[in-house]
């Protein structure tokens, strides 16, 4: 059964540490990890990845893949209370458009 | 920008009721999803279109149809909505030959 797993369920850290976040996958016919950030409102797109070792970064977060251990991490350095909302992990199979979901980790940034 | 619009963000309907869920885009994007966000679920799929008239199942169809008349709209149909379908319905479209959803504000629908 395909299926993406994330850790912590949710985290709590005051602002300016650093986090992060884990993503483990079991996918058949991966195709691609996306990572979305869903506050209070509709989920946005933070990175799409597709090759291992290859770091994306945007600002003070970042995110890596691992495809041989089958996993992604997402990093928030100096992390302020704007990043307060749930992280959502999915990975997109090359079979027809489907796509799984993890749970997301809530991340809580208190000043 | 993408613009994903889920008609209603809050929603009461009684036991038996039949609930449609619209969800209308602007960027002639040929994919549409419908997910249900659950605490401790994530994000499931109920249904998917590729193209007008095209749905597929996801992986948790049971309860739901859906429907894809204009490439822009994509309806989540409730026939006889019960309330283990009060959840967080959120709809997503994404370009064929990409891989990022974009998606809606949600509608938090609850069956009383």
């Known amino acids: 059964e395909d299926k993406v797993v994330q850790s912590p369920l949710s985290l709590v850290v005051h602002e300016g540490d650093t986090v992060t976040l884990n993503c483990s996958y079991e996918?058949?016919?991966?195709?691609?990890l996306l990572w979305y950030k869903q506050e209070k409102k509709a989920p946005t797109f933070l990175f799409m990845l597709?090759?291992?070792?290859i770091e994306k970064k945007s600002g003070r977060l970042s995110s890596i893949l691992d495809k041989k251990e089958l996993f992604s991490i997402l990093n928030i350095t100096a992390t302020q209370t704007g990043d307060s909302a749930i992280y959502l992990c999915?990975?997109?199979?090359?079979?027809?458009?489907?796509?799984?979901f993890g749970t997301g980790t809530s991340l809580t940034v208190i000043p | 920008d993408v613009k994903v619009t889920q008609s209603s963000r809050y929603l009461v309907k009684r036991t038996g009721e039949k609930v449609f869920l619209e969800c209308v885009q602007d960027?002639?994007?040929?994919?549409m999803f419908w997910y249900r966000q659950d605490p401790g679920l994530g994000l499931r799929l109920i249904y998917f279109?590729?193209?007008?008239?095209?749905?597929e199942k996801g992986d948790i169809p049971e309860g739901y149809s859906v429907s894809r008349e204009k490439k822009e709209r994509f309806s989540l149909i409730l026939e006889s909505a019960s309330t283990n379908q009060t959840s967080m319905y959120l709809c997503?479209?994404?370009?064929?030959?990409?891989?990022?959803?974009?998606f809606g504000a949600g509608t938090r629908l609850s069956v009383l």
């Open positions: 997503a479209s994404s370009l064929f030959a990409k891989n990022i959803q974009y």
């Open positions: 996918v058949t016919n991966f195709r691609s």
């Open positions: 597709t090759s291992s070792g």
């Open positions: 999915a990975v997109e199979a090359n079979t027809g458009n489907q796509f799984y």
């Open positions: 960027m002639d994007h040929e994919n």
């Open positions: 279109s590729y193209d007008v008239k095209m749905k």
